[in-house]
């Protein structure tokens, strides 16, 4: 920082500022992407290949490794589960948090202040920590060791998010949209399905993507609330299946490289949307 | 917005309005509410295994504070979360802005850059967590591997099993993870300056680090505030790396025990002892609560207080 400080008074930054950032840019984007790059190298290695040259190309036509994931263990299980949950969880979210953020955004009324602060307490408070007793409720229930124990667990932590996403978009739609559909007769249903929804698809991809990384990637619910291997979802499963074969590092970094996937080449695909959606509660 | 100002709302438009709120509502209020009000109650009880017993007071408070064999446990843990937390404000959140700031310029390559950093922020904790236990495997992971191929023999180490580089290397894993976001959540408040600011301030003569201090770092206090609250929050919730790369236990001898993994062996037992006591596992979990909110909430207020409107 020092030979930083010592560069002289310029309107334009320095040729060699502007290397210095190349370089630690460049640096940091390899330690970034090398680890992920080497996981799947080792995907395509034996175990003795990888122990032998680490840093090697492999041949990548060996896809022995992913034939076992796939084929042999409970992994397919596992990434249908996550799906399952996942989608459910999202699509509850959506349609819970859409009904509550377009009442409270094109509805007066003096409940809407309450109905605001009672969701934004949802939004603050750690649901993880008070995990003892969803336990026992979901347990009460008989969702203990079931889908339905995450989904609802899920939902409840996305749900609050979900509103103040959609309320505060709802809210800026000007309200002769809804009039002029209310002088041809329109009932209010009809009104909110048929103009206002359509117009809120950009705040719902956004909210369901700022919920379903986090959904899909969980690990601390699933771990405390299901027992039955038939039922664990990807991150979960992929501990039991690190565990099993803890010696075979062609397999593990095979099973890594098919959990991570999915999510990663989405990314790469929609990487606008996953930047904007899983910064958006830390963005204004 | 005021959609029904001219006559009182119908009967009908009252009931579409509550089916509107209600089902929403009724869900938090038995999946939130009810949770977080019964935790607190929980800890006041004595616990036989999922059976409630009878009321005893502050007991459990009393033994995770002070107690002989739950307190040393309950401090050290205390303590290595303290020490996460520094780190990561450091390496992650400070990181994250100095590589904001070259983003910010639109290098050549920002793009791919942008891109880059935020790539193992999407990964799941427990993938992250496992590739770098293999990677620190003290014979076979390409940490000691590049380290014995450039000659450094003597810098190898077995990263994971030895005391004085464990919690370490978790919190460098951690870093690796999430170092992306405060990037770009940094990336987003520094594009929201209006660019004349900066402008001037170059035509003033200002260098580099005068502006990245005196100007860019006040005027992204929102973001700030944002962003070390939230790292206040997560390294006291912190469990999933710690608990794939080390264990339950905190391995190697309790240095890399974290609240989250006590909390988790007290309520919801571990596979040798199996024990699970929710009396105490609340205690813990009512303290680190109250904990969490009172400090994150004087954190967010002191920290608001150096946010400037522009």
Do not use: C
């Not at chain 2, 309950?74 to 904001?100: D, P, R, T």
Request: glycine share 6%.
């Amino acid at each position: 920082m020092t030979a930083l400080t010592s560069q002289a008074p310029a309107s334009r930054q320095p040729i060699s500022f502007a290397l210095l950032a190349q370089v630690i840019l460049i640096a940091n984007s390899f330690i970034m992407l090398y680890p992920v790059v080497v996981m799947v190298l080792s995907a395509f290695k034996t175990t003795g290949e990888i122990f032998e040259h680490p840093f090697a190309l492999p041949d990548f036509t060996q896809i022995g490794n992913f034939a076992k994931v796939l084929g042999e263990t409970a992994m397919p299980t596992y990434f249908m589960n996550s799906i399952l949950v996942t989608g459910t969880s999202v699509l509850l979210i959506l349609v819970l948090g859409t009904m509550a953020g377009y009442a409270v955004a094109r509805y007066e009324s003096r409940t809407n202040t309450f109905i605001l602060l009672f969701f934004l307490a949802g939004l603050m408070l750690p649901l993880k920590l008070a995990v003892i007793p969803l336990f026992i409720l979901l347990r009460d229930l008989g969702l203990l060791d079931s889908r339905w124990s995450l989904i609802v667990t899920y939902t409840a932590i996305g749900l609050p998010s979900a509103v103040f996403i959609m309320a505060g978009f709802l809210r800026t739609l000007p309200s002769e949209l809804e009039d002029a559909a209310r002088i041809d007769g329109a009932s209010e249903p009809r009104i909110m399905w048929s103009v206002m929804l359509p117009l809120a698809r950009p705040p719902m991809a956004i909210a369901a993507i700022q919920n379903a990384v986090p959904i899909w990637n969980d690990f601390f619910f699933p771990l405390v609330f299901i027992q039955t291997d038939a039922r664990k979802t990807l991150p979960q499963g992929l501990t039991a299946f690190m565990g099993e074969y803890t010696t075979d590092w062609g397999m593990l970094f095979a099973g890594l490289t098919i959990a991570a996937a999915p999510i990663t080449l989405l990314y790469i695909a929609l990487s606008r949307q996953f930047i904007q959606g899983m910064t958006a509660g830390a963005v204004k | 917005m005021i959609v029904s100002r001219k006559q009182a709302p119908s009967l009908k438009r009252q009931m579409w309005v509550a089916f509107l709120v209600v089902p929403p509502i009724v869900f938090m209020s038995l999946f939130v509410v009810y949770p977080i009000l019964s935790a607190f109650a929980y800890a006041f009880y004595d616990w036989q295994g999922l059976a409630r017993g009878e009321y005893v007071g502050l007991k459990n408070f009393k033994e995770v504070l002070f107690g002989a064999t739950m307190a040393p446990v309950v401090w050290n843990a205390f303590l290595h979360n303290v020490y996460a937390l520094v780190a990561l404000m450091i390496i992650q959140n400070g990181g994250g802005f100095l590589l904001a700031w070259l983003l910010y310029k639109e290098p050549f390559g920002f793009r791919f850059h942008r891109i880059a950093v935020f790539v193992p922020v999407v990964l799941s904790t427990i993938i992250v967590g496992f590739l770098w236990k293999l990677f620190l495997n003290p014979n076979f992971g390409i940490v000691n591997q590049a380290l014995y191929s450039l000659g450094l023999d003597s810098l190898a180490k077995p990263w994971l099993g030895d005391s004085s580089t464990a919690l370490g290397a978790l919190i460098l894993a951690n870093a690796w993870h999430f170092v992306g976001f405060p990037t770009l959540v940094y990336l987003a408040g520094m594009q929201r300056i209006p660019p004349e600011i900066i402008e001037a301030a170059r035509l003033d003569g200002t260098n580099e680090w005068q502006l990245l201090k005196n100007i860019v770092w006040p005027l992204v206090a929102p973001s700030t505030t944002i962003l070390f609250t939230l790292l206040f929050i997560g390294a006291f919730n912190w469990f999933e790396i710690p608990y794939v790369m080390v264990g339950l236990d905190g391995s190697p001898f309790g240095t890399t025990d974290v609240l989250g993994l006590v909390f988790y062996r007290t309520a919801f037992g571990n596979q040798s002892a199996s024990i699970q006591n929710f009396g105490m596992g609340s205690a813990l979990a009512t303290l680190l609560f109250l904990f969490i909110v009172v400090f994150a909430s004087m954190l967010t207020l002191w920290l608001r207080r150096r946010e400037i409107q522009f």
